[in-house]
């Protein structure tokens, strides 16, 4: 009875001890898992973009009228000025469904003065498309109809991509659901992980049975040979 309790209290450590493995690695592949699933998620601000597969934002202050339009997909790009907590702006190029203007008309009245009520900046999300050479043309033609004269610096050809950075930000395009192989090998694991936990826990692990198998093994093998040395005494 006594060796019984022995050995139950043995596969309760040895449960507990593996149980308190399982909960570190679990702790540890959430964390990883989080921070993978964050980036993946992360949605940078305009002047921060590295390339057109990242998802940005700009926060309109104020908007042009369409330069461009594309009559097939009734997209128009628009001037937009975006302003910094220290007061500068900035000059960048939006793409829009012109279906959707009435979202963006107040902010354009204001910017034109057709009212004195300043608006709420409006925050617009999409994916960077790099101009080519016919909207550069056309911004550089349209540009100084938006910005006033006494702010205007002459853009040309040279200077564009300093001034206007070398894309646009289309708001057209819906986010995109990236594929993430490290954060799908990541979760695998973490699942399996707490899979293996329940059972531990519940199910009398095969583990822990193995464990005990192999103490009990050394145990009467450390006896014989013990055994063997006091008789040749």
């Given amino acids: 009875m006594r060796k019984k309790k022995k050995i139950n209290e043995k596969r309760l450590i040895i449960k507990m001890f593996i149980c308190l493995v399982y909960l570190i690695i679990i702790t ?13 998620n992360n949605v940078l601000p305009w002047q921060e973009v590295e390339n057109v597969e990242d998802r940005t934002y700009i926060d309109i202050y104020k908007m042009s009228e369409k330069f461009a339009y594309y009559k097939e997909s009734n997209i128009g790009l628009h001037f937009i000025i975006e302003k910094e907590s220290t007061g500068l702006w900035h000059t960048f190029i939006i793409a829009i469904n012109e279906g959707d203007y009435a979202k963006y008309k107040d902010v354009i009245d204001y910017t034109y003065e057709r009212t004195t009520k300043i608006p709420e900046p409006i925050r617009v999300y999409g994916y960077p498309v790099i101009v080519n ?7 550089i033609k349209n540009l100084p109809n938006f910005i006033p004269a006494e702010n205007e610096v002459k853009i040309t050809i040279d200077n564009y991509e300093t001034y206007l950075t070398n894309s646009y930000l289309d708001t057209t395009r819906g986010e995109k659901d990236k594929f993430s192989f490290i954060l799908f090998v990541s979760l695998l694991l973490l699942f399996t992980v707490i899979a293996l936990l329940i059972i531990t826990i519940f199910d009398k692990d095969k583990i822990v049975d193995n464990i005990d198998e192999k103490l009990e093994q050394e145990i009467k093998k450390h006896k014989k040979i013990l055994k063997r040395i006091n008789n040749k005494k």
Avoid: D, G, M, P
């Fill in 28 to 40: 540890i592949l959430f964390v990883c898992s989080y921070q993978i699933f964050k980036e993946k």
């Fill in 133 to 139: 050479e016919e909207i550069k043309t056309l911004a």
